[in-house]
């Protein structure tokens, strides 16, 4: 991969557990190894709790709070899933706002699995096309998007770019949209 990101910092917006790991770590390393720059940001300073499914996996440290962090600092903003972490993230209006900003800015935005829950809080999902983990069909479709079932899905119908993916499965796809959309950005 190079230095295809030189110079780029992606924002990954995790709540304090719940990740789902190889969501975190996966798309993290892409952006490593691309030349980027990935930074931690969460609710609360301190350390994050992953999982591997529902077992306890790694905790992570994290740069930033959520509050206090701004937008305009990162070029792209990465939503890991796990079922609690988007959960937790949508009832924090500090994450949700902060979420909103990239796409308001049109900045390059992805989320997978169930981390597109923060979006469907954030109101930035009208007239968009996107993918998650299935369980959120009726979320998206409440909140004006158009939900499909496919590997990677990338919209720019709208400000930016919203890149989605299913499922850990899909990560490969997932992580080189990722790069080659924040490349390009």
Known sequence: MGTQLQGKTVA???????????????PWKAVESAGGTPKLVSLEAGEVQAFNHLDKGDTF??????????????DALVLPGGVANPDQLRMEAGAVAFAKSFVDAGKPVAAICHAPWTLVEADVLRGRTLTSWPSLQTDIRNAGGTWVDEEVVVDTNGPGVLMTSRKPDDLKAFCEELVERVANS
């Open 61 to 74: 440290s994290v740069d930033e709070t959520a509050d206090s962090a701004d937008y305009a600092t990162y």
């Open 12 to 26: 990954f917006l995790v709540a304090g557990e719940g990740i789902e790991q190889v969501e975190l770590t996966e």
